[in-house]
């Protein structure tokens, strides 16, 4: 038996492109439905994402979100502009106000919350949050925010963050 006739020269030529997840090989056929359709509407006969899988994306669109400019002062007085991610600087700003405040008893009120901008997330991923229990979207929409913390500020998340109730909300 000899190898090098049966192998190819270009190893690159005889890969071929898997079909996706959701279409049948045989008949090129879409096996699950959409779940958000072109009219706008939610197709509820559709397999839904796993709470797990929420959680990425929602996490992913976080991370991709556009970079808005924020203004630093340094002791010096020197005054730069720096550009970051939306939700990395709305987790310095969370992570900067819990750590030195006071938010029990009367000062509850005043305990910050992490916005989050419906308009960053795709309609699927709107969707999908749509359909779930309010139990549920809090835990998805706490690991998601707990990851950004993690990664970005973590000393302050372990001290901070991580034992109490995350305060968020969708604008």
Request: positive net charge; aromatic residues 12%; glycine residues 4%.
């Amino acid at each position: 038996m000899n190898l090098k006739s049966e192998t190819p020269a270009n190893p690159l030529e005889s890969y071929t492109k898997p079909p996706a997840a959701n279409s049948d090989i045989s008949t090129g056929q879409q096996l699950v439905p959409e779940v958000f359709q072109a009219n706008g509407k939610f197709n509820h006969e559709a397999i839904h994402w796993l709470p797990s899988h929420i959680v990425d994306e929602l996490y992913l669109q976080m991370c991709k979100s556009k970079e808005i400019t924020i203004k630093k002062q340094l002791l010096t007085g020197e005054i730069f502009y720096e550009k970051q991610n939306k939700y990395y600087a709305e987790a310095a700003t969370y992570a900067g106000r819990i750590s030195v405040g006071d938010f029990s008893g009367k000062n509850a009120k005043f305990k910050p919350r992490f916005r989050l901008y419906l308009k960053d997330f795709s309609p699927g991923l709107k969707a999908e949050i749509a359909n779930l229990t309010k139990e549920t979207v809090h835990r998805i929409v706490t690991e998601a925010i707990f990851r950004i913390f993690r990664a970005r500020h973590r000393m302050i998340f372990h001290q901070h963050i991580e034992n109490e109730r995350l305060g968020w909300v969708f604008v």
